[in-house]
């Protein structure tokens, strides 16, 4: 089994900042993609931004220059700094993690896991 298990989100003022974690663990073989997406009620989940194995990054237009998504390849962790936040940032944040695992110690099979999602409020 592979978990993902996001954390850091809370309450910030418009302007402010938050810093989001993500770690995936458990039986993996190899990652080679994971991902920021957030949702409001009554929405449809959206990306947020992703990042590959090679280091390859995209953004929502909505987020550009204000976001920025790294990773700790090693660690099987990636974080989204958010910068100068706003009211229509606050959603629930999911971390999506995509690549391979152990299904049985001889089987590899495709992994696409998504987490329980972090809150994060953007209020005055």
């Known amino acids: 089994q592979v978990h993902v298990v996001e954390s850091g989100g809370g309450w910030v003022q418009p302007g402010g900042s938050l810093r989001l974690a993500c770690t995936a663990s458990g039986s993996i073989f190899s990652i080679n993609f994971m991902g920021w997406y957030r949702q409001t009620p009554g929405k449809e989940r959206e990306l947020v931004a992703t990042i590959t194995s090679s280091g390859a990054t995209n953004y929502a237009d909505s987020v550009k220059g204000r976001f920025t998504i790294s990773a700790h390849h090693a660690g099987n962790t990636i974080f989204l700094e958010m910068d100068s936040l706003k009211f229509e940032d606050s959603a629930d944040y999911y971390c999506?993690?995509?690549?391979?695992?152990?299904?049985?110690?001889?089987?590899?099979?495709?992994?696409?896991?998504w987490g329980q999602g972090t809150l994060v409020t953007v209020s005055s």
């Open positions: 999506n993690a995509q690549g391979l695992y152990y299904k049985d110690i001889d089987e590899i099979e495709r992994l696409d896991v």
